[in-house]
Structures are given as structure tokens and as C-alpha cells.
């Protein structure tokens, strides 16, 4: 079983700054083909659905973001690790972070979740 380490989250002002972490378990040679590993960040607020904040192509070629956070978040990935940078937080930021990952060999795992919280 897959496991993801997620870490970075609590409680920051509006307008602060966040980075979120996540990490898989075990050796990165363990993800080959590493072309087929596809990580991103979903959140779900109280009351809310889940929703794709950020995914990055595995190449690095390009990134993808929701509409409400383009500008102020960055997503990155390093093998088997991705980051979220997050910037001007607002308070409709808060939510249950997840760390995804997907894998054609693997399948699909997710993170225990985060929590961001951002106070007027």
C-alpha cells in the first residue's frame, strides 16, 4: 500500500503564506515508470465538494490550477514529492488539503488530508 506524508498545514492570517508537502512512501526507483506517476492537491471545505486546486504534468512542462487560486498558488514536484506553494490567502482558502497520486502500475492513493485554516 502506497502511503503519502502530507505536512505544512494550520492556521495563518489572511494575505500569509502556506507551503504543503507531500512525500510516497518508500524508494523513488520504486515509481518507474516515473513519466506514469501523476501527483496533485485537491481540497474540500465544510459543506463543500472535493476539487482539483493543482496538478502539474509529470515532465514538468506545464501546470494546471482552479480559477480561484491561479496567481497566488504554485505547484511543483520533485520524483516521487510534490509542494504547494500557497500565497495571499484568503478565508475561502480553508479546507481539508489532500495529497493524490496516481500511477498506471500503482493505481490511485490518497493523503490523510491537511488542515489549512485562514482567519480575517
Known amino acids: 500500500q502506497v502511503q503519502l506524508t502530507e505536512s505544512g498545514g494550520g492556521l495563518v492570517q489572511a494575505g500569509g503564506s502556506l507551503r504543503l508537502s507531500c512525500a510516497a512512501s518508500?524508494?523513488?526507483?520504486?515509481?518507474?515508470?516515473?513519466?506514469?506517476?501523476?501527483m496533485a492537491w485537491f481540497r474540500q471545505a465544510p459543506g463543500k465538494k472535493r476539487e482539483l486546486v493543482a496538478a502539474?504534468?509529470?515532465?514538468?512542462?506545464s501546470t494546471g490550477y482552479v480559477d480561484s487560486v491561479k496567481v497566488r498558488f504554485i505547484v511543483s514536484r520533485d520524483n516521487a514529492k510534490t509542494y504547494l506553494q500557497m500565497s495571499s490567502l484568503k478565508p475561502e482558502d480553508t479546507a481539508l488539503y489532500y495529497c493524490?497520486?496516481?500511477?498506471?502500475?500503482?493505481?490511485?492513493?490518497w493523503g490523510q488530508g491537511t488542515q489549512v485554516t485562514v482567519s480575517s
Open positions: 493524490f497520486l496516481d500511477h498506471s502500475r500503482l493505481g490511485r492513493y
Open positions: 518508500d524508494h523513488p526507483s520504486d515509481y518507474y515508470p516515473m513519466y506514469k506517476l501523476a
Open positions: 502539474i504534468n509529470p515532465s514538468g512542462a
